[in-house]
């Protein structure tokens, strides 16, 4: 009798593994791997899947409204910092150890506007040969971790190609590439970088040409769907007197736009997208 019992429990036993096993390969069968795992599929996309967004903030460096709600931004942003200024130095170096991209944010001549809105150190049609030189190195200089550069204002000079074609000499002597902002369609930036191989980048969605947060959001989301379609988007913001819509916006908007894209500092788009790294032909103090 105990026999018996024993005998019926071991064939009891048995057939209650084998039906666990077939449970198993069922399962495996069915989601087409050959592992059985907890773990929940990686979702990481790979480099050629990301949709990267660069936002580019002018006019930092000259303690303008806006600027502290920038630099405490939870993603990558870049700064562009104008040169001269009371605060140039302090918000370049407090934007590098937040782990933001630096650029020197270079005053050039327009076709209109006021010439107290260059700021010190600018760019005009009348300088010589060697001062446009001078200047851009002394702009250079003077604002720390800079790796790149693109116009403020300028539209006058983005489309000289006597003096863009020094600015960017100068630029990739110091391992920098010039990001042209876009304020004359007439531009000769583009060509001249491709003919010194520097990469051609430039601004493709001004976010605050009107200082309303509707307007802001609605640009915005135009970027993105951008760096959806063509995978990558360079989009320029400002502190001042758009400051603090613009910066309210981006911050509200950073966890619904992250499901979409990967917000980039410029020269990490440049290095993905470009394939270009800096070879810098002359020292640089600029740390």
Partial sequence: ???????????????????????????????????????????????????RMAIIIDDVGNDMRGTK????????????????????????IAAHEKGMDVIVHMPMEPKKGKPEWLGPGAITSN????????R?????????????????????????KRIMSIVLDVCREHGLFFVDSRTNFRSVVGELAIAKKLPPVGN?????????????????????????????????????????NTSAVIRESVSRLQKRVQFVGIGDMIRDVWHWEAAPTLPTDNK
Wanted: proline residues 3%.
């Fill in 69 to 92: 709600e920038i630099l405490d931004m939870p993603v990558k942003l870049t700064v562009a910092v104008m040169p001269f200024l009371q605060t140039t130095k302090k918000d370049a």
């Fill in 127 to 134: 300088l010589t040969d060697e001062q446009v030189r001078e």
């Fill in 136 to 160: 851009v190195e002394k702009a250079i200089e003077d604002v720390p971790y800079a790796i790149g550069m693109n116009n403020h204002m300028g539209s006058k000079i983005t489309s000289d």
């Fill in 204 to 244: 493709d969605i001004f976010l605050d040409d009107q200082n309303s947060k509707a307007h802001i959001r609605k640009q915005l989301d135009l970027a993105a769907q951008r760096a959806v379609d063509k995978k990558s988007c360079v989009v320029i913001g400002h502190v001042g007197h758009t400051g603090m």
């Fill in 1 to 51: 009798m105990m026999r018996h019992k024993w005998r019926k429990g071991y064939w009891g036993g048995l057939k209650f593994r084998f039906w666990i096993f077939l449970c198993v390969v069922s399962i495996v069968i069915a989601s087409g791997g050959t592992e059985v795992s907890a773990m929940p599929p990686e979702t990481k996309l790979s480099s050629s899947q990301l949709n």
